[in-house]
């Protein structure tokens, strides 16, 4: 039986031909579930989230592809899997030591994202998008790799992480200021956003606004300084929260609200080892280099006045890898003529009450390794040692090598992922298991040294 399609569908899917939205992408590094007010923050106050929240749609199960900064980045850029883009396990620059790798990229590599992939830019670009980037890069700082060659037509910021040296602002391929003055950095890229907004308010444009905070070292401008009840970490997250509510009142200043979609999440789940400095997650499980939930279920809103409903919330399955589809359907653009693991999320954003998940499954890769596999409220958590929750070797349990078995978790019931109930439904993690072997086949899978049937190659390496 064919279903009628609403008047009211045909007209927006009319206006965004005639005059396709603005968006702007907002992604903080290391920011966890639980820091920002309306997903549980406690001794953080977030009051232009929060409000950003009650007028638009907040995400409680949205995903990053992966649990650190390169791979996550390159899955936001491309629609895809880490490993389907070569991002997940880095070779050695270095001759003395070509045995060393890394699962992200250091100021010592000459390898990035490759050209030949498109990004989310390239993809607006094309539709006529106005397009640049501000902030952290962290997908190849060569001049080949940066993002004035990956479809934006403007850069500030710093090309990797602020923890690695040098640490040089750079604009476009230039460099400004080397080391860069890092207190002032969040206000330093809020003005730039604002100005980009306020010379593009006439024709659709697309903003990517990368934070470096809050990735340690933290810094923090004097007047938000000893300000938040959540100590210094607290005031970066205060004024980032602050730096969200003036790109939004330059928006409603400006009168485009309506034309445009923001987007604010994180790269991966917060930093635990670094103590008062790294965030929180509960009551998700772990952090930062984990695929357990508190390492990759991000906070997740998604703002847009007179489109997506105000005050509303979805637990459907999302992350990432949607984005790219998402933002090429509502601009009206086409997608890239290459497989993507990411699903168009449109319905979902428009319309969060009646709309599901797109995806059957989704999976948790770390580096190469695939780790855990989601389907509904099940999520199968593959055998691992008990240092894997602990990545960065600090506060270890009393047996770190010892081996935890494969488990199974009812979200729905267990999001701190505490109870395996995988022995009361062994069908279950048949069904979960079988989705995975078919994930590996295809993207390969380093924990069963499963070869990658489809991945495409890292730029500046040799394809084999």
């Not at 444009?205 to 959540?230: E, I």
């Not at 105000?310 to 999302?318: H, I, L, Q, Y």
Request: aromatic share 10%; net charge negative; glycine share 8%.
């Amino acid at each position: 039986m064919m279903r009628l399609i609403p008047l009211i569908f045909l007209l927006r899917a009319t206006a965004f031909a005639e005059r396709p939205p603005n968006i702007i992408m907002i992604f903080t590094d290391d920011q966890g579930y639980a820091d920002v007010g309306c997903f549980g923050a406690e001794n953080i106050k977030t009051p232009r989230l929060d409000a950003m929240a009650a007028e638009g749609l907040r995400l409680t199960s949205f995903y990053s592809a992966s649990p650190i900064c390169s791979p996550s980045r390159a899955a936001l850029m491309t629609g895809c899997y880490p490993p389907r883009v070569g991002m997940g396990l880095y070779p050695s620059s270095s001759q003395k030591r070509p045995e060393l790798t890394a699962q992200v990229l250091f100021p010592y590599h000459t390898v990035g994202l490759n050209r030949d992939e498109v990004t989310m830019a390239e993809v607006l670009k094309a539709r006529g998008y106005a397009t640049a980037c501000i902030g952290k890069w962290h997908l190849g700082h060569q001049p080949e790799f940066l993002p004035t060659e990956q479809g934006f037509d403007s850069y500030l910021g710093i090309p990797y992480s602020n923890d690695m040296v040098p640490t040089p602002l750079l604009r476009d391929k230039e460099t400004i200021e080397e080391p860069v003055d890092q207190d002032p950095l969040t206000e330093r890229y809020t003005a730039a956003a604002i100005e980009f907004i306020e010379s593009q308010k006439d024709a659709p444009f697309f903003l990517y606004l990368a934070h470096a905070m809050p990735h340690v070292p933290l810094h923090v401008s004097d007047r938000f300084r000893d300000k938040s009840a959540g100590g210094f970490y607290g005031d970066v997250i205060e004024m980032l929260d602050w730096s969200t509510g003036e790109i939004l009142d330059t928006i409603k200043r400006l009168g485009i609200e309506q034309d445009t979609l923001v987007v604010f999440t994180s790269d991966n789940g917060p930093w635990l080892s670094q103590g008062e400095h790294g965030g929180h997650a509960k009551p998700l499980r772990a952090g930062k280099g984990t695929t357990y939930e508190g390492g990759m279920r991000e906070p997740c809103i998604a703002w847009w006045p007179g489109h997506i409903p105000a005050g509303t919330a979805t637990d459907a399955v999302a992350g990432t890898i949607d984005l790219l589809p998402t933002f090429a359907a509502l601009a009206g653009a086409t997608l890239p003529d290459r497989t993507l693991d990411g699903r168009d999320l449109s319905n979902l954003l428009l319309h969060p009450d009646a709309a599901e998940t797109p995806h059957e499954a989704y999976y948790y890769f770390k580096g190469l390794g695939l780790e855990a596999v989601r389907s509904g409220d099940w999520k199968l958590v593959f055998k691992r040692q008990q240092w894997e929750e602990y990545p960065y070797r600090r506060n270890l349990p009393p047996e770190p090598d010892a081996w935890v078995e494969t488990a199974l978790y009812d979200l729905s019931a267990d999001i701190g992922e505490a109870t395996d109930v995988s022995a009361a439904h062994p069908e279950v993690v048949a069904r979960l298991e079988a989705m995975a072997q078919g994930m590996r086949e295809d993207l390969g899978d380093s924990r069963t040294e499963t070869v990658c049937a489809n991945c495409r190659p890292l730029g500046g390496t040799t394809p084999e």
